[in-house]
């Protein structure tokens, strides 16, 4: 049997920059959907539908955003670096 899917990489949602945080929330929305589905050829066999479908697309970026959100807060808003 596998070893679970780390879902947050490092154990940590704090990141130095806002670019790393949003790094972050990318890697996070593509982990969850390793996790919905783990067979990786019924994922690449999708891909292609998802890639050519708006609101799929759309979905996508929502997932993310929601991602991203949660780092920010987590970060405080990179408080320390705006010091």
Not at 15 to 23: D, Y
Not at 31 to 48: C, N, S
Not at 51 to 63: C, K, P, R, V
Request: proline share 6%.
């Amino acid at each position: 049997m596998s070893e679970p899917i780390q879902l947050v990489p490092n154990n940590s949602l704090l990141t130095k920059t806002p670019e790393e945080g949003r790094q972050l929330a990318v890697k996070m929305a593509r982990l969850i959907i390793k996790v919905t589905q783990p067979d990786a050829a019924i994922r690449e066999k999708l891909r292609p539908v998802y890639a050519e479908d708006a609101s799929m697309l759309i979905a996508i970026g929502q997932t993310v955003a929601t991602e991203f959100a949660t780092i920010v807060a987590a970060n405080n808003y990179w408080k320390e670096t705006k010091e």
